[in-house]
């Protein structure tokens, strides 16, 4: 599985607009790029996946360039409860192999 | 159906007891994981079940540590002769096949081995 590469911290204000990048260098034809977010002693909780290009939801985008071998997170206007850690993840959609494998993430604080 | 369950929430144990802790998945759900996490860590990958079959069991840290899923639906893992080193978050996720929503994870049973 593609090993992923963030940023360890980053911090914000709340109204602005937080943009994360996660490099995956080795990212296989097949393989998706995933990102979950995780609150203090609660389970990681899915955002948003996709292949390439853009991918929006009601929570967040996802940008991916032709080369697919970088992807940024944007979280429109965050409030004080986006702070968490937020994982960048590279492999079959769903873990179809099996496993999701995890990195250490990036840990966004926001400040009012 | 309010997701994916676990208990307990916390167990504090001493060294050389055996804990065992539950998930039970999204009913719908037909894969079941379970994950370690440790402070300041993304979760580690343990092992996990398509039904009762358990696919994938070679991540288990040591032969202390064993799942189980019999019926296809609740599991649990079990870890004999706990270790300080053991005491960290153990979360549970469910899915079902193939599709772009991800995994559900429960919110975990804490484990603090004194």
């Known amino acids: 599985l593609a090993k992923t590469t963030q940023p360890i911290s980053m911090d914000s204000y709340e109204g602005q607009e937080v943009n994360i990048t996660c490099s995956h260098n080795n990212i296989a034809t097949n393989d998706y790029i995933t990102w979950y977010q995780q609150f203090p002693s609660q389970g990681p909780r899915f955002i948003i996946q996709?292949?390439?290009t853009k991918v929006t939801n009601e929570v967040a985008s996802l940008f991916i360039p032709a080369d697919r071998k970088s992807s940024t997170l944007s979280l429109p206007r965050v409030s004080l409860s986006d702070t968490a850690v937020y994982y960048c993840l590279v492999g079959p959609p769903r873990g179809s192999q099996g496993n999701l494998i995890f990195g250490k993430g990036t840990k966004l604080s926001v400040k009012p | 159906d309010t997701g994916v369950s676990q208990n307990p929430r916390h167990k504090i144990t001493k060294r050389g007891q055996n804990v065992t802790f539950r998930c039970d998945p999204i009913?719908?759900?037909?894969?079941l994981y379970w994950y370690r996490q440790t402070l300041g860590q993304g979760p580690e990958f343990l092992t996990y079940?398509?039904?009762?079959?358990?696919?994938?069991k070679s991540r288990l840290l040591s032969d202390r540590f064993s799942a189980e899923r019999p019926k296809g639906s609740f599991s649990t893992l079990e870890i004999q002769r706990t270790e300080q080193g053991d005491s960290a978050m153990y979360l549970c996720a469910s899915s079902q096949g193939q599709g772009p929503y991800g995994y559900t994870f429960g919110s975990g049973t804490r484990l603090t081995v004194v």
């Open positions: 079940f398509q039904n009762e079959a358990q696919l994938e």
């Open positions: 996709g292949y390439k």
């Open positions: 009913s719908e759900h037909n894969r």
